[in-house]
């Protein structure tokens, strides 16, 4: 079984410019996790999708960043325009209940912004 | 708020010698307890896991016990192994929740 994949794995952009993450989880897996860390900090949750909903996006640093789950299955996550401190990885993770004990992790997208 | 706490990194170790990485935590609910491992160039891997005190959650010969009386979960593994090293995150997560709340992570080197 594949395990999540997330695309690009390593991004350098320049600021303002944008950036589309993605992010494909497990098959059958209804919720998808977005995380981030910055400049070697704590992973910190970003949203949570249960389908193509959003359950909770408390995490979401401001509006310049948009998640998408379009049709239930990957989802993307936009940062327009970028800035120097979106720096960091972002990391996907699925699950197949909500409040299921584990969430499969994908490598990771390493962002970096110039 | 939840928190966790793990002792900062860079830890080298020579092969063969004792691991412990200190991790403790506080939760407004009752937790579980994770050991998370991000090997290079991979992504993150459960390591193990303990879902209530004094349970132990052992994988790979790294082991961790879920003491609530002091609120810790220190990472402990006898015998290290150069194949070992990597980032280690400590994380808990609210039983019934869906966020897990990480530590910083602790880098280990294991040097030949």
């Known amino acids: 079984e594949a395990g999540v994949t997330q695309f690009p794995s390593h991004s350098v952009i320049e600021k303002g410019q944008t950036v589309t993450l993605r992010c494909d989880p497990i098959?059958?897996?209804?919720?998808l996790y977005w995380y981030r860390r910055v400049m070697g900090k704590e992973i910190k949750f970003l949203l949570h999708?249960?389908?193509?909903?959003?359950?909770?996006e408390s995490g979401m640093p401001n509006n310049r960043f948009l998640a998408e789950r379009t049709g239930g299955t990957y989802s993307t996550l936009k940062v327009q325009p970028a800035e120097l401190e979106d720096s960091g990885v972002y990391f996907c993770?699925?699950?197949?209940?909500?409040?299921?004990?584990?969430?499969?992790f994908g490598p990771g997208t390493r962002l970096t912004v110039l | 708020g939840d928190s966790v706490t793990q002792m900062e990194g860079p830890v080298t170790l020579s092969e063969e010698a004792f691991l412990t990485i200190n991790c403790t935590y506080t939760?407004?609910?009752?937790?579980?307890l994770f050991w998370y491992v991000q090997y290079p160039g991979e992504g993150l891997q459960l390591l193990l896991k303990?879902?209530?005190?004094?349970d132990k959650g052992s994988n790979k010969g790294f082991e961790a016990t879920y003491r609530k009386e002091t609120t810790s979960f220190h990472l402990e593994k006898g015998s290290v192994q150069v194949s070992d090293s990597a980032v280690y995150f400590c994380?808990?997560?609210?039983?019934?929740?869906?966020?897990?709340?990480f530590g910083t992570g602790t880098r280990l080197k294991v040097l030949a």
């Open positions: 999708f249960v389908k193509e909903s959003k359950q909770d």
């Open positions: 993770a699925s699950s197949y209940r909500t409040g299921d004990n584990e969430q499969f």
């Open positions: 994380a808990l997560k609210i039983i019934g929740t869906y966020k897990y709340i």
């Open positions: 303990a879902t209530k005190a004094d």
């Open positions: 098959s059958g897996h209804d919720n």
């Open positions: 939760a407004t609910g009752y937790p579980s």
